[in-house]
């Protein structure tokens, strides 16, 4: 199983990007998928997670209204809309994922996890 997350890149801010993350070797569509991040220096942070069906999602209250998270079960994809985006957001941001019916925000519950992308947000 392969989670190959993609999209990062250099950015000015207010500006958008979108992540995506692809899984390999097994079907994620019932399977929760969640986005972290990590900047230099700090802990790896939950941003946002979305459940198998699509109708459960949770945000970072830092990152409510600006990011959007969304899945393709049928290209067993999970994407990261990021608008609006800030110095502050700078950092390698992490695919996760875990079959489950269920949802969380912990880093610990996720079970398969992508390389990092990085974003870079210039002021």
């Known amino acids: 199983v392969q989670l190959q997350a993609s999209g990062g890149g250099l950015v000015q801010a207010g500006g958008s990007l979108r992540l995506s993350c692809a899984a390999s070797g097994r079907s994620f569509s019932t399977s929760a998928w969640g986005w972290f991040r990590q900047a230099p220096g700090k802990a790896r942070e939950f941003v946002a997670v979305?459940?198998?069906?699509?109708?459960?999602?949770y945000y970072a209250d830092s990152v409510k209204g600006r990011f959007t998270i969304s899945r393709d079960d049928a290209k067993n994809t999970v994407y990261l809309q990021m608008s609006s985006l800030k110095p502050e957001d700078t950092a390698v941001y992490y695919c996760a994922a875990k079959s489950s019916t269920v949802l969380s925000t912990s880093r610990a519950w996720f079970h398969y996890w992508g390389q990092g992308t990085q974003v870079t947000v210039s002021s």
């Open positions: 979305i459940n198998w069906s699509g109708d459960n999602i």
